[in-house]
């Protein structure tokens, strides 16, 4: 950025001072470039295009000024009127390369992704700068990865490393193809080889760590973050990745000092702090733990890991009255949370808070969370309360994604011969058997007056005989 709001610059305040003033004012093409730059910078378009139009006007032969009037016209996908503007300049300079890089920019956003690379190609043939070509390279990928042919991006983003291997930002895209394609091997020989050549790369080992990682060689991976830290003992990713592999290898007390380390670094992240708590959950220390869970929360209260952590820990102490102070704190700041209606549900449960639970579970049901035993706690919670009618609308709904479930079937059963619908009790029983009769034993949990109910003994004993 050319600009800060510290900076006491002449051409700046000069330019804005003639907007007010409405007098008329010259500058060079080169200052109206940096004040372009600036209001770009900032996302003032309005302003960026005042400058443009007064700098055209007084540098009428300026490419590079027709070149940002590009820019805003593709920010505002007027795609036929930046083409015959970069047509014109391709005509009284054939050789500029950002000539190219506009034009490549224009096809890209009207989704001509290989017209687009067409053109960047021609502009690496006739380049001669490297840095440039490094550049292009980059583009090239990008624009491979458009259309998702991730092999080709692979192969322009290794260039770009070829003619500059400070180019970390190339060397992530490197590893997204390589993971994408799920070429793990293919990406650690290739670290590996790059790693010859250039052994203080911290970057290079913390990705090494990440393809020993995803392959579940823990203690590979942790020696590469080692040799990322002693690269740059300041990296505070290659910390966090050693903390992850120590709890892996189950050496808590490791991973601490590794996100202790983080926190000395930078300002507290609310993951270290997680992950510091989880590490101390794990070696017993629960005063420790609590104390660095509640620092997660205080630290962002949004992330809904730090609030799910803090009242699993109370919940599976068997802490119910906590767990739901938390997991009700929880929702005050996120109230459309899934999974903290889940936790609530579940925690109102433990309470014996049926109807509280109820709530909790159906609107779980309504943000989304189809899962089985969802749709089974909310049905036995109905029952309990006496709600048949409703438990039966729910299960009907469960059934719909769970289509011939035992299970269901058999709660469906229970409730339709408790509201003495002998038909529908007879189907919903039959389809339950021939399905999955071992779970009749939730006849006798949820219904036990069922178990001298005549039907109801003819359907499993018949059942029982065919299967003997």
């Known amino acids: 950025m050319l600009y800060s709001q510290e900076d006491d610059n002449l051409s700046l305040t000069k330019f804005e001072s003639m907007l007010k003033t ?4 010259f500058f060079d093409s080169n200052e109206f470039e940096n004040i372009i730059h600036h209001y770009l910078d900032h996302g003032k378009i309005a302003l960026a295009k005042r400058a443009i139009k007064l700098g055209l006007e007084q540098h009428p032969s300026s490419i590079n000024l027709r070149l940002f009037k590009v820019e805003i016209l593709v920010v505002e996908q007027k795609y036929e009127e930046a083409h015959h503007i970069l047509e014109f300049l391709h005509q009284l300079e054939p050789q500029n390369e950002e000539i190219y890089i506009q034009k490549a920019n224009v096809l890209s956003r009207q989704d001509k992704h290989l017209e687009a690379i ?146 000395a670094l930078d300002d507290p992240t609310s993951f270290a702090l997680l992950r510091i708590g989880k590490c101390y959950i794990k070696l017993g220390e629960d005063q420790l733990a609590i104390q660095f869970l509640k620092k997660t929360i205080n630290e962002d209260p949004l992330l809904d890991k730090g ?21 009700n704190k929880a929702l005050n700041i996120d109230i459309d949370n899934v999974k903290y209606w889940k936790l609530y549900a579940i925690i109102n449960k433990r309470l014996n808070f049926f109807e509280e639970a109820e709530r909790g579970f159906k609107r779980t049901l309504e943000l989304g969370n189809y899962e089985l035993n969802t749709w089974l706690e909310r049905g036995d919670i109905l029952t309990t309360l006496g709600e048949y009618e ?14 011939d479930n035992a299970e269901i079937n ?59």
């Open 118 to 263: 067409k053109i960047l190609l021609r502009a690496i043939d006739m380049s001669t700068a490297l840095e440039a070509d490094s550049d292009l390279f980059a583009l090239v990928g990008m624009e491979y990865l458009f259309l998702d042919e991730h092999e080709k991006a692979l192969v322009y983003f290794k260039k770009c490393l070829e003619y500059d291997t400070s180019d970390y930002s190339a060397l992530h895209n490197v590893m997204y193809c390589y993971d994408f394609l799920e070429m793990h091997d293919e990406a650690i020989s290739y670290l590996n080889d790059f790693l010859d050549h250039h052994p203080y790369c911290e970057l290079a080992w913390h990705e090494l760590g990440k393809q020993y990682m995803s392959k579940n060689e823990f203690k590979k991976a942790n020696a590469a973050f080692e040799f990322a830290i002693f690269s740059d003992d300041t990296f505070i990713g290659a910390y966090i990745e050693k903390g992850k592999v120590l709890e892996k290898l189950k050496k808590y007390e490791e991973a601490i000092e590794n996100y202790k380390v983080t926190l």
């Open 22 to 25: 409405n007098d008329i004012l």
């Open 390 to 403: 409703a438990a039966i609308f729910n299960l009907l709904q469960a059934l719909e994604f769970y289509p």
């Open 307 to 327: 609030w799910l952590a803090i009242t699993k820990f109370y919940l599976n102490r068997k802490n119910y009255q906590k767990a739901l102070y938390y997991i």
């Open 410 to 468: 058999f709660r469906l059963a229970g409730l339709h011969f408790n509201l003495n619908e002998i038909d529908k009790g007879r189907f919903h029983l039959n389809n339950a058997m021939r399905s999955q009769p071992e779970f009749s034993f939730i006849l006798n949990e949820l219904f036990p007056n069922l178990e001298s109910h005549a039907v109801v003994r003819r359907i499993i004993s018949k059942s029982e005989n065919t299967s003997n």
